[in-house]
Structures are given as structure tokens and as C-alpha cells.
């Protein structure tokens, strides 16, 4: 039996072409509904991040500049803001994310409960850290283990001033 004996008699099916084609109209809503909803997310991240930065003493705006606000966050941890470069490495990324949250959490005197959470709920944390009682120790404060930098005295919260480890 030849092959077209035997798609003639149904004993294999036919080959047949399928295109498919994209509507313009939903694919530039799905252009602009991306581009919304990612406008969106850095307003929200922006503000979260704007009350950290105003308790460091560093500029407010600088929040919603989505590669240098990790910079000026990296700063007010107390690590090297070339550190940044780690965010572009696949895996490197999370251990940047996790020193992040561990710096975090000691300049602001906190313990190792709350690096856990900046960790996982990092943009709720932003909120809390920003607009709840805590209080910024200062980038010495990462030198400290979790939850055991001075809250008094010399280098403690109480002597920092705004501006004082901005490079002039």
C-alpha cells in the first residue's frame, strides 16, 4: 500500500497546516495592561521604600529609581553598593536578597525573626520598618550580631546623625 492509498483510505491521518494568528487589539492590551501593572508595582515598592530612606537621611526620590534604590538601600545596610552587580547573577541574586535582609534587620535593631520576614514578605516589611516605631541605627549597626547592636550610647541610634555617611 502506498502512502496516498493510505490516507485516502483514513489508515493514516492527514498532514494538514494550522496557523495561528494573534489579534493586534489584545496584544497591545496586554502591552499596556504589563506596562500599567509594572508602573503599579514601583509606586507601591517606591513609597514602601521612601519612609527607610528618610529615616537614613537619604533622599526620598530615590526610592522610585527602580536600579538605584537598591543601591541606596545596599548603602544604608551598611554593604558595598557594588553588591548590586550581584542582582544581574542567577543564584547570586538570593544571596544578595539574603545578606539584604540580614543588614536590614541589624540597622534597625532588629533581630533574626524580622530578616526572616523582609526575606519572605520583603514589601510588607518595607512598610513596617518605614512607618512603624522602628529606628535607624546607622550602617555600623550591621557589624553587630542580629538584635544586639547598642541602642544607646556611642554609635547607637541616639548619636546618629542624617547625612553622616553620605560621601560629600
Given at each position: 500500500m502506498t502512502l496516498t492509498s493510505a490516507l485516502a483510505t483514513g489508515m493514516l491521518p492527514a498532514m494538514t497546516s494550522t496557523t495561528t494568528t494573534t489579534d493586534?487589539?489584545?496584544?497591545?492590551?496586554?502591552?499596556?495592561?504589563?506596562?500599567?501593572?509594572?508602573?503599579?508595582?514601583?509606586?507601591?515598592t517606591g513609597f514602601a521604600l521612601m519612609g527607610?530612606?528618610?529615616?537614613?537621611?537619604?533622599?526620598?526620590?530615590?526610592?522610585?529609581?527602580?536600579?538605584?534604590?537598591?543601591?541606596?538601600?545596599?548603602?544604608?545596610?551598611?554593604?558595598s553598593p557594588w553588591l548590586v552587580i550581584l542582582s544581574f547573577i542567577p543564584v547570586a541574586n538570593i544571596v544578595l536578597v539574603v545578606l539584604l535582609a540580614i543588614n536590614l534587620a541589624k540597622v534597625f535593631g532588629k533581630g533574626a525573626g524580622t530578616a526572616v520576614l523582609i526575606f519572605f514578605f520583603s514589601l510588607i516589611m518595607y512598610f513596617v520598618l518605614s512607618y512603624g516605631g522602628a529606628r535607624y541605627l546607622g550602617p555600623d549597626a550591621a557589624r553587630y550580631p542580629l538584635g544586639q547592636a547598642p541602642q544607646q550610647g556611642h554609635g547607637a541610634?541616639?548619636?546618629?546623625?542624617p547625612g553622616q555617611y553620605q560621601s560629600r
Open positions: 493586534p487589539a489584545a496584544a497591545a492590551g496586554a502591552a499596556v495592561g504589563g506596562l500599567l501593572g509594572a508602573v503599579i508595582a514601583l509606586a507601591i527607610i530612606f528618610k529615616k537614613a537621611g537619604q533622599p526620598a526620590w530615590a526610592a522610585v529609581v527602580p536600579l538605584y534604590n537598591i543601591i541606596v538601600l545596599l548603602k544604608i545596610s551598611g554593604l541610634a541616639g548619636s546618629y546623625q
